[in-house]
């Protein structure tokens, strides 16, 4: 009877060492302190990261690789979505900033350089601020072509460029529009459409845009381009666009002339349309936005019937033709 005791209590010991082996040396344990086997960077606007968060992440929390990770999954690039056909935002306080297809808003990043390009931004930086890649990335009427190009990442991954910036999206932004990485950390801000800082020139009722064909152009507090009509007249005052002609081409609103971005207040004035209503003038010249303009830089109005022509900076009718 003693003998069988021994027996089994030999037996539960022997089995109760070998459960504890398997369980500390198996390779899915995930314990305290443990590192996974493969990161988990997610797309932008899934991702959970603070990188990017003042005083969070290792190299400040901005652009600094954490925990060794290079970027990759399994020795493989990780794949971003594409950016496709880029777009012009109008974002409040800080004008047009390129979005991609999607409509989210795009960065650059202080640390990076663009003379030549080069990213800075990897690892945990680069789950916070996921690279956008070069491939089949087009442009809109608002951005010169010229102004796209790539850089190769460290991966092998050709990451779009603007202006020579490397683009990043922004992981907490969640909507079309959402601009919550302007600024974070004093080192990323949303781009401009010809790679600059988005904001860094002053916007405001009236400003000017740098409209790859045209030049520069008056846009409105929309970032719409502003256009005269040839059958009006500046004096004697006469307007040529009535009736019909409003459905398409609207009259600008008023500009206050504190309130300009790089425009002389003295070429902006305002007057009286014959229905009473007020409409802005740039040089007293009645100025209008066209319905078929979809988004800042575009110009779909330009010499429409011979008739219609975007404002120049200095308050000239710009007769270019794209």
Known sequence: MTLTRRRAGLAATALAALALTAGCGSSTNQGAGSTPS?????????????????GSGSGGGYGGQAGGDDGTTGGKAKQWPAAGTLALHEAPDLGPVVTDAKGMTLYRFDKDTAKPPMSNCSGACATAWPPVPADGADVPAGIAKSALGSVTR?????????????????????????TKGQGVGGT???LA??????????????SVFDQPTLGKILVDGQGRTLYRF??????????GCTGSCLDTWKPAKPADRSKLGGIPPKLISTVTRPDGTRQL??????????????????I???????LWFAVSQDGKKLTTTP
């Open 154 to 178: 460290a991966d092998g991954t050709k990451q779009l460029t603007i202006g020579g910036w490397p683009a990043y999206r922004y992981a907490k932004d969640t909507k079309p529009g959402d």
């Open 193 to 206: 459409a010809d790679g600059k800082k988005a904001g860094a020139q002053q916007t405001g009722d009236v």
């Open 281 to 298: 003038a740039v040089k007293c010249w009645p100025v209008y936005w066209f319905t078929g303009d979809k988004q800042p830089g575009d």
């Open 38 to 54: 493969s990161d988990t960077i997610q797309p932008a606007g899934q991702g959970t990261s603070d990188y990017g968060s003042s």
């Open 300 to 306: 779909n109005g330009q010499g429409k019937m011979g």
């Open 230 to 239: 040839n059958k009006d007249s500046a004096w004697p005052m006469k307007f």
């Open 188 to 190: 990323w801000n949303a």
